[in-house]
């Protein structure tokens, strides 16, 4: 496995939200992070000779201690703490971890991490805690990953998505395809070392057989699963658009069941990007409410259309709304043709101004889209429209997450990557090219693999991951 430098070093930080609250945690990991725990808590009952509070209490591990904390210069009483003690390697990091329950405020919070440092703690930089877990070999990035992936999830499925990976889910499936990948490449090399046995060390038909079926078909199925599942765990992007006055901030203000945004009879009236998320059936969907789409010569609203029509490119699925009390406008049209590459759905609203059979006119190649006629004013059909973009997120195929592994974007393009040298590797061998050139291929197919679960991931990856965790993690 691939680790950078290990540091010695005991590091503290603040684990917990910083506020007020019940309890707050400093964690401190590293060698003297009992010794450091040692100096700065008084046992409850302890009798104390002297201001220094050291008294070489030997912790057992996994034990909570109820106590306070006392600076060892002054003597003075921080805070009536529990410690909790669990001892390498059966820790988080697999190091000596002395985690202070303290309250949660931020003097009380602050005093006793800074008396960590001066007791020779180093403050932990973010995913400090994590990294070590990793380079101490007890997850790997996949796992590492995953803990960022529980603190943020927003759903149920995004939590279920996450648990699975912290299992080891992803990992076993990538170093299961991995491994297969080893062995041919130790036929390939045998077969390159020597060349007369060659046709002993490897059987052509077989390792195309199984270059197609058992690593080839397992990395399309994991990047399938990628495409049509990626919502659950990153979120949906919805975006609103429509003609100035057709409702979308209405619109926008049921979906999210708040007055976030003005709503007038103004035309142009939403001049920005108004973003807001909401829960949809377990789906976190982000929604962005645009300005209004026309023909317009004012510069706000100019930049607020370039705006729109950039941000519609990036998202998943668009909400197009027109307008049910009036024809469409040529406006329409040009909408409808800037979003046509895009997943849609088209929402005819102030059906209040139009009888219960009305059926809008549109042209036949909007017949595809999916259409749902609601009232934003009156709170009409806004579930129906809620359960059509559940409908059309879940009715993906392979949305069903039981035994699902789903992988995440930097996962994803790992896994092209290693699906394109896989299908070169078998291009070549079906060319009958020589096997030194084949196994350049299979070794990238290898590579690319390492680099998800990090037996191949270089420093700058490592830094990527960890930097996006929040500092205690
Ligand atoms: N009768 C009726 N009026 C509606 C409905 N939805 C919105 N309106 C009205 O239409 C007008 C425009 O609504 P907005 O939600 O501001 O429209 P918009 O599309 O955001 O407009 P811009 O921000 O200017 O692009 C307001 O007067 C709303 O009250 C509806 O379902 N029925
Ligand atoms: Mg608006």
């Given at each position: 496995m691939y680790f950078n430098k290990m540091d010695s070093s005991t590091i503290a930080a603040i684990a917990t939200p910083i506020g007020c609250g019940g309890i707050g945690i400093i964690k401190i990991s590293g060698p003297n992070a009992l010794s450091i725990a040692d100096h700065i808590f008084r046992k409850a009952g302890f009798k104390q000779e002297g201001p220094d509070t050291a008294h070489s209490f030997s912790f057992k591990t996994h034990r909570l201690y109820y106590g306070h904390i006392v600076d060892p210069k002054s003597g003075q009483v921080l805070d009536e703490v529990v410690l909790a003690v669990m001892k390498a390697p059966h820790s988080y990091t697999c190091e000596d971890i002395v985690e202070i329950q303290a309250h949660s405020g931020y003097a009380v919070l602050s005093a006793i991490l800074s008396l960590t440092l001066k007791q020779g703690a180093r403050l932990a930089e973010p995913g400090e805690f994590t990294k070590r877990a990793y380079q101490n070999g007890r997850i790997d990035l996949t796992q590492a990953e995953a803990v960022i992936d529980i603190i943020n999830a927003?759903?149920?499925k995004a939590l279920e998505i996450a648990t699975s990976?912290?299992?080891g889910d992803m990992k076993a499936r990538v170093e299961a395809i991995r491994n297969i990948l080893v062995n041919i490449m130790i036929r390939a090399n045998a077969a390159i070392d020597f060349p007369d046995d060659a046709g002993e060390t490897i059987d052509i038909d077989s390792a195309l057989e199984t270059l197609y079926s058992r690593v080839g078909n397992p990395l399309r199925k994991?990047?399938?699963?990628?495409?049509?599942a990626h919502v659950l765990r990153d979120g949906l992007n919805l975006v609103i658009v429509g003609r100035p006055n057709a409702g979308k901030s209405s619109l926008m203000n049921r979906l999210i069941k708040k007055d976030r945004v003005i709503v007038t009879c103004v035309p142009g009236t939403t001049r920005d990007l108004i973003e807001e998320t909401l829960n949809i059936h377990g789906i976190p969907v982000v929604v962005t409410d645009t300005a209004g789409l026309h023909e317009t010569e004012d510069p706000v609203e100019v930049a607020g259309i370039k705006k729109?029509?950039?941000?519609?490119?990036?998202?998943d699925l668009v909400l197009f709304v027109v307008d049910a009390s009036c024809s469409l406008t040529s406006e329409d049209v040009t909408i409808f043709e800037k979003i046509n590459n895009k997943k849609?759905?088209?929402?005819?609203n102030k059906s209040d101004l139009v009888d219960e059979k009305f059926v809008m006119d549109i042209p036949d190649g909007w017949a595809d889209m999916p259409?749902?006629?609601?009232?934003?004013?009156?709170?009409r059909e806004i579930d129906t429209l809620k359960n059509l973009v559940a409908k059309i997120v879940l009715s993906e195929p392979g949305l069903d997450l039981a035994g699902k592994i789903i992988p995440n974007l930097r996962h994803k393009i790992a896994l092209d990557r290693s699906l394109g040298a896989v299908s070169s590797a078998i291009d070549g061998l079906r060319a009958k090219v020589p096997f030194e050139l084949i196994a350049i291929d299979?070794?990238?197919?290898?590579?690319s693999l390492g680099?998800?679960?990090g037996v191949a991931a270089g420093e700058e990856i490592l830094d990527k991951i960890f930097s996006s965790f929040c500092i205690g993690k």
């Open positions: 927003r759903t149920d990976q912290i299992k994991l990047i399938e699963q990628y495409d049509n729109t029509y950039e941000h519609a490119s990036g998202c849609t759905i088209l929402v005819i259409q749902v006629i609601i009232s934003a004013l009156y709170n299979v070794q990238e197919a290898i590579d680099e998800i679960t």
